[in-house]
């Protein structure tokens, strides 16, 4: 099976500019999650979905927001990007969203905003 | 908010030994992950311990977990190169709705040397 993939894997900005990022989970995973990854942050979570609902959000501003489409594809905006929005973000779909299982990480999206 | 704290945070060994990284929490979990992270990619799942299990094996790796202390501790035996990484816990834990949330910790940079 193909693994999570993400698009694009890199991307620079500009400070008010939005940005959209796109994440495909692995066939027959129905849960996507996101997160964020800085340096001095770590690893934070954004949100997840499931069946095109979110299920459950991080603490971040309404500028982060998603979505998930049917076939479970799902894609993360931020508007109005901030220098501290750079980051690495990472997609990890899994296979019961019910279960507190395993995620299954895509190579992420490397953001600079400059 | 992060859940899990590793510690320590950087650990540097010769190839061949044995490296030790600990993970301390703070609230009830479901269960416990471990994940490895290669540069700045994205995350791979390494080993996940339930919250009734005490100890785990996974080829050289060993995880143990004492919810009476919330701590849990991975253990590489024979390290590698190849083992160079950054190694997060994560917790999961109870979000409602059905749903679970797993929280990272920092994370341990562990470098082998050849």
């Known amino acids: 099976k193909a693994g999570v993939t993400q698009t694009p894997r890199y991307l620079i900005k500009t400070r008010g500019q939005q940005v959209t990022l796109s994440c495909s989970p692995i066939?027959?995973?129905?849960?996507v999650s996101w997160y964020q990854q800085t340096p001095g942050q770590g690893l934070q979570f954004l949100f997840e979905?499931?069946?095109?609902?979110?299920?459950n959000k991080g603490n971040f501003p309404g500028r982060f927001s998603g979505r998930q489409f049917s076939n479970s594809r799902s894609e993360m905006n931020v508007s109005t990007l901030e220098l501290g929005d750079s980051a690495l973000y990472l997609c990890?779909?899994?296979?019961?969203?019910?279960?507190?299982?395993?995620?299954?990480f895509g190579p992420g999206t490397r953001l600079l905003v400059l | 908010s992060q859940q899990g704290e590793e510690d320590p945070q950087a650990l540097s060994i010769q190839e061949g030994e044995n490296a030790t990284m600990n993970c301390s929490y703070k609230?009830?979990?479901?269960?416990l992950q471990w994940y490895r992270q290669n540069s700045g990619r994205g995350l791979v799942h390494l080993i996940l311990?339930?919250?009734?299990?005490r100890e785990k094996h996974s080829g050289r790796l060993r995880v143990t977990l004492d919810t009476s202390k919330k701590s849990s501790s991975l253990l590489i035996t024979a390290s590698r190169a190849a083992d160079t990484a950054s190694y997060f816990c994560?917790?999961?834990?109870?979000?409602?709705?059905?749903?679970?949330?797993?929280?990272f910790g920092k994370g341990t940079k562990l470098s082998v040397i050849p």
């Open positions: 990890a779909s899994s296979l019961n969203p019910g279960g507190p299982e395993t995620q299954y």
């Open positions: 066939s027959g995973h129905r849960s």
């Open positions: 979905y499931f069946s095109e609902t979110q299920r």
């Open positions: 609230t009830s979990i479901n269960n």
């Open positions: 311990i339930r919250s009734n299990e």
């Open positions: 994560a917790t999961a834990t109870y979000s409602g709705a059905g749903s679970y949330q797993l929280t």
